[in-house]
Nanobody, 123 residues
Framework: QVQLVESGGGLVQAGGSLRLSCTASGRTFSMYTGGWFRQTPGKEREFVSAIRWSDMLTYYADSVKGRFTISRDNAKNTVYLQMNSLKPEDTAVYYC????????????????WGQGTQVTVSS
């Protein structure tokens, strides 16, 4: 069992930056690929980024490539999402998750989820 807690969300102006953190407790997070998803009301959860635990290979949605950077510190059981050049369309609840099996881009492939943190980007 893995418990995930996100932090770092908030309100920021367009063009600004935020860094989200996801810290795990329980079973070590370092053995899982860590992912970030986001969701807005009335829409399905959307893949944002993922990072493999073994080789730190990263994956990004096209909408965030070049603006967001995912990283992890296995010693701290933490995955980060650095978000730069934020846009109003980035406004969403952001969730971190621990990958179980299958496509990194699909939320059904993730077994453990955090409670989410709100990111609001004003224009």
């Amino acid at each position: 069992q893995v418990q995930l807690v996100e932090s770092g969300g908030g309100l920021v102006q367009a063009g600004g930056s935020l860094r989200l953190s996801c810290t795990a407790s329980g079973r070590t997070f370092s053995m899982y690929t860590g992912g970030w998803f986001r969701q807005t009301p009335g829409k399905e959860r959307e893949f944002v980024s993922a990072i493999r635990w073994s080789d730190m290979l990263t994956y990004y949605a096209d909408s965030v490539k070049g603006r967001f950077t995912i990283s992890r510190d296995n010693a701290k059981n933490t995955v980060y999402l650095q978000m730069n050049s934020l846009k109003p369309e980035d406004t969403a609840v952001y969730y971190c998750a621990a990958h179980f099996r299958g496509s990194y881009y699909s939320d059904s492939s993730y077994d453990y989820w955090g409670q989410g943190t709100q990111v609001t980007v004003s224009s």
